[in-house]
């Protein structure tokens, strides 16, 4: 075989080519391949023997194109996925915080940022629709009417672990950092229901918020999305005006939001002005079609469908991220060890066991898995690994839901806007 001449960033730029050049036509790798694909990595790899038919290391993976990063006065060197409507991404490793900072969280806006609210308090939410009595209160009246309650509670954007799909789907390519575990101060969106007064036709409810259209049209909304009323009588599903202790940021939703934990972020909507309960369900942007929907029945990857025949995004996958490392983590020579943290989260439900391998998946050694503080807030893990040798590692991390349910190693149920990517998660590490 052919010497590998090509940069490491030039191996990055044409994945294809170092496909072909490590792997023959029955997916084995080549004879001279192994160390070829080292001499590309700079280290050996211990445990290349078992590295998967036609996988590319996590260390080229990633493409030589980094996002740009976010500057922006009180949050952390985000990566910027999009730029109207900013989209941007937590890395893994900056979210190694038990309870996610303000300057962590990950932003998803779908229209304009709204001017900051002078008077917090004064800003008024309305209840109406299948109510017996529709309800205007200010945030002052939801704060001195209603018992507050503060909890950590996930939220994820729907399209977390987009772009681990093939062919690749429409929308922001998030990586796994479209994830947070804030603690929340608010009331009980139920107790507001219960004083406005459900109707037996309340089964659904619809949420506005005042955030301009990207357009710049005042007679739409950027996001206008709804739910069961199940969720929305969960103890959990909360009118929020505090975040970690102070006043929620103004790109996060001040001075209301609405937190729905476990369920797609696009249902937790910001700068909250309006709820409506509907005796059919909602129809406003970001509801029916394929948007936030996915396949009840597989369908082919890359083909286009209307979105007929989906099912509504609920609660949200189980998944894992790696907070204690960097992907292309290096350490020096003789490095034999490595302690690890991460958090995992399982929508609705909770994390059964947490799992890593630094062989390629040939073997799994479980982690510390701690439970979550309360309901539908994340939960941490942390353990050690040994590492035989210097040379090229991966880190796979892989979590198991309450009901048994496994992080798979492909992005499952693809779908024409990548929603419920959740495959299992690798960073690279070169020890040496």
Not at 30 to 57: D, V, W
Not at 340 to 362: E, I, K, N, P, Y
Request: net charge positive.
């Amino acid at each position: 075989m052919r010497p590998i001449t090509r940069s490491l960033q030039e191996l990055q730029e044409d994945p294809v080519r170092l496909d072909a050049l490590a792997w023959n036509r029955r997916g084995a790798l080549k004879g001279a391949a192994l160390a070829a694909m080292g001499t590309a990595l700079g280290a050996a790899i211990p445990f290349g023997r078992h590295m998967p038919a036609g996988l590319l290391p996590a260390a080229l993976a990633q493409g030589a194109g980094a996002p740009p990063v976010l500057r922006m006065d009180g949050k952390a060197p985000l990566l910027i996925l999009g730029e109207r409507p900013l989209v941007a991404e937590t890395p893994e490793n900056l979210l190694d915080e038990p309870v996610t900072s303000a300057a962590n969280f990950f932003i998803r806006m779908n229209g304009q940022l709204p001017d900051p609210v002078a008077d917090a308090d004064g800003w008024v939410l309305t209840i109406d629709g299948e109510v017996n009595t529709p309800l205007r209160l200010t945030v002052g009246e939801l704060r001195s009417r209603f018992p507050n309650v503060t909890m950590q509670l996930q939220m994820e954007c729907g399209g977390n672990g987009r772009s681990q799909f093939s062919p690749a789907t429409r929308g922001n390519q998030w990586g796994n950092g479209a994830i947070s575990n804030a603690a929340w101060t608010g009331v009980r969106l139920k107790d507001v229901l219960a004083a406005a007064g459900l109707k037996p036709s309340a089964r659904f409810t619809g949420h506005f918020g005042a955030d301009p259209h990207l357009s710049g049209a005042t007679d739409r909304d950027a996001i206008s999305r709804g739910m069961r009323i199940e969720k929305a009588m969960d103890e959990d599903t909360l009118l929020c005006f505090a975040m970690n202790g102070a006043p929620i940021p103004n790109v996060h939703g001040a001075p209301l939001r609405m937190v729905v934990p476990g369920w797609p972020g696009s249902l937790s909507q910001k700068w909250l002005k309006r709820i409506t309960l509907l005796a059919q369900p909602h129809t406003g942007a970001g509801m029916g079609g394929t948007s936030y929907r996915t396949p009840v029945r597989p369908i082919i990857p890359g083909s286009n469908d209307n979105g007929a025949s989906f099912a509504d995004m609920e609660s949200m996958p189980v998944r894992s991220i790696l907070s204690s490392h960097a992907n292309g983590t290096r350490l020096p020579a003789g490095s034999r060890a490595m302690a690890l943290r991460g958090a995992a989260w399982a929508g609705d439900d909770t994390v059964r066991t947490q799992h890593v391998s630094v062989d390629f998946g040939a073997t799994w050694q479980e982690m510390t898995l701690a439970a979550p503080a309360n309901r539908h807030a994340w939960q941490r893990w942390q353990g050690n690994v040994a590492l035989p040798s210097d040379g090229y590692f991966e880190i796979w991390y892989r979590a198991t839901d309450s009901k048994g349910r496994m992080q798979p190693h492909a992005a499952p149920n693809w779908n024409p806007q990548g929603y419920g990517a959740n495959a299992i998660g690798r960073i690279a590490v070169l020890v040496g």
